[in-house]
């Protein structure tokens, strides 16, 4: 194997490039250079330690839109261009990937999750997104197998209008699978659970069990159906361990980092984290386990802490990188509380719930911002976004900061003078990417005039807003093929379009997942496009979205997803 210097390879290659016209980072060739003759008498040589050829490399760089392949350097890409010329730089240690004609993207980046909600779940109970009741029962039939008589099993994510079968779980379906332990399962969005016989038996509950104020047991025929909602579950509390371990939780993170790489992430935002979740990033990261890089948002009390110890936002790493505060103004869009300056179609008296006060928001966003903080509020309903405005506008005018990017977490309902304003402040709104294809059925709330303005990707692209990618899973999918479907052709799963008006094309989907999303993490320039000097992430797709039929974009097979040069997801 040719051993050789990082510099050296940089010297070879920027000559070679030169020569051949590949696109290269101008720092970085001259930082090699200069290193390259100060090291010239080792007799060391430099090749780099990935290439791809035969792409069909959409590097979403204005610079080189298109390329057909890339050299990749200690997990950065230090050269663009034909396969030929890259070809050429290969040495007898590099590893050549042949895309064999398929589509090479940047690694997407998802500027608004939450990936411990299902990666803690995922290491202690049974993940129930799948599409068949038939699935589901084999699942928990599996997990009961392999847990003590008498435990619990529990399941979370189920969605009855995800399933072939269209309707709720029952707790016959749970007790044909397991009959001989307790079962819990959890909705995907929350609110409503179902179990099975030993679950109620275990919780006192029967079928002439007294109804609790404000939740329900149903009941019909004189028996259980399996369903319980909102305070019935107190039933259930504590009946089962709810905490994990420091073990659990790094696990939890690897699982979860395996699946967003599965989809083609490479970086994610943890929109809402606490000190567990903070710790067990680490953990994961030092033991090698994780496979996305991850920036956060912090809950308030971790903000307090950090701040204390004179941190602000920006620390950190590529890998992991404390990012703004996170507060919350409004309720859900999928839940329909968000706080609107109109009423809900059929609640005529219903503009939904603000939780945060515009005092308070005034108070929480001056405190963070005067001491460094990016501030990222949830604000869905257009009349919570006007309060956030003026807490944004307010704080930008007392202590001015160039380019502070402040969020707006969702930015669901948007208007003409909203727009304006956000523009104007330099914030940045994170829609829902996978909302419109997945939730379809909630937007009846809304109806089609204001759904006309809600996760507007299309208002905010014309007026130059950089809008980013944001999938707030586990309340929506995470999956970035499915956004970009959603987000191009506005249409839900039964077909039904809402909101046609704003319809963003395949190649501005493509940005607002890679580049727009680095922007909302100040990170624009080490990633979200293949660029020579930046961090080599990216995506092997089996098609071109541009070429497949904009209603099956979603089917495409992502074949490989590589994070720093490395190689994470093989589909
Ligand atoms: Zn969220």
């Known amino acids: 194997m040719r051993r050789i210097t990082r510099s050296q390879f940089f010297r070879e290659s920027a000559t070679l490039g030169a020569a051949l016209g590949l696109g290269y980072a101008p720092a970085l060739a001259k930082e090699a250079e200069q290193a390259a003759n ?9 090749a780099p330690d990935v290439v791809l050829v035969n792409g069909r490399v959409i590097t979403i760089d204005p610079s080189q839109p298109k390329a057909e392949a890339f050299a990749i350097k200690n997990g950065t890409f230090v050269a663009v261009g034909s396969s030929d010329a890259v070809r050429n730089l290969a040495g007898r240690g590099t590893q050549l ?3 064999a004609g398929m589509t090479v993207l940047p690694g997407f980046i998802d500027a608004h999750s939450h990936p411990t909600m299902a990666g803690f779940a995922a290491t202690t109970q049974v993940n129930l997104d799948v599409r068949s009741i038939a699935e589901v029962q084999r699942r928990l039939r599996a997990k009961a197998a392999v847990t003590p008589p008498g435990d619990w099993v529990i ?10 079968e269209n309707r709720m779980l029952t707790r016959r379906d749970l007790d044909e699978a397991v009959p001989d332990h307790p079962v819990f399962v959890t909705y995907r969005g929350g609110h409503i659970y179902w179990a099975n016989s030993k679950a109620f038996e275990k919780a006192g509950i029967t079928a002439r069990t007294p109804q609790p104020a404000g939740g329900q047991f149903y009941v019909e025929n004189g028996e259980l159906t399996g369903l319980i909602s909102e305070n019935a579950r107190e039933a259930f509390n504590g009946l089962w361990p709810s905490t994990t371990t420091r073990e659990q939780r790094r696990e939890g ?16 935002t943890d929109a809402e984290a606490s000190l567990d979740d903070f ?8 033991a090698g386990e994780m496979t996305f890089r991850i920036y956060t948002l912090m809950q308030p009390p971790v903000y307090e802490k950090l701040k204390a110890g004179g941190i602000r936002t920006g620390f950190g790493d590529e890998w992991l990188k404390v990012g703004g505060v996170k507060y919350v103004a409004d309720g859900g869009a999928a839940t329909r509380t968000m706080y609107m300056s109109t009423p809900y179609v059929g609640r005529p008296n219903d503009y939904g719930i603000l939780t945060m006060q515009p005092e308070a928001i005034k108070e929480a966003v001056a405190e963070a911002h005067s001491h460094g903080w990016q501030v990222g509020i949830h604000a869905n309903g257009d009349r919570t976004i006007e309060y956030v405005l003026d807490a944004y506008d307010a704080a930008l005018k007392r202590w001015p900061r160039p380019d502070a990017r402040l969020r707006i977490e969702h930015c669901s309902l948007v208007t003409p003078r909203l727009l304006e304003r956000i523009r104007d402040g330099g914030y940045i709104p994170t829609p829902f990417y996978t909302y419109i294809y997945f939730h379809g059925e909630k937007w009846v709330a809304y109806g089609e005039e204001k759904m006309r303005m809600m996760f507007a990707h299309r208002s905010f692209l014309d007026y130059g807003i950089p809008v980013a990618a944001a999938s707030d899973y586990t309340p929506g999918p995470f999956e970035p093929l499915m956004a970009i ?3 191009v052709t506005r249409k839900d799963i039964h077909g039904r379009v809402w909101g046609s008006n ?21 990170e624009e320039s080490l990633k979200g496009s293949i660029t020579a000097g930046k961090l080599a ?4 797709l089996e098609n071109d979205p541009h070429d497949v039929d904009p209603d099956r974009i979603v089917d495409i097979r992502v074949a490989r997803t590589v994070l720093a040069g490395r190689t994470v997801h093989q589909g």
Do not use: P
Not at 38 to 46: H, I, V
Not at 253 to 268: D, E, N
Not at 502 to 522: G, H, K, P, Y
């Open 279 to 286: 710790i067990a990033y680490q953990d994961a990261h030092q």
């Open 253 to 268: 993170v690897k699982i979860v980092s395996s699946m967003m790489a599965a989809s083609g992430l490479t970086s994610v």
């Open 485 to 487: 479907q959603s987000m």
């Open 38 to 46: 100060a090291q010239s008498q080792t007799g060391a040589t430099s």
């Open 155 to 164: 399941g979370f994510m189920y969605d009855d209008t995800k399933v072939a």
């Open 537 to 540: 992430d990216f995506v092997v």
């Open 97 to 99: 990937i042949d895309a």
């Open 502 to 522: 704003q319809r963003i094309t395949v190649d501005e989907a493509l940005r607002v997942c890679t580049i727009n999303a680095a922007r909302a993490s100040f």
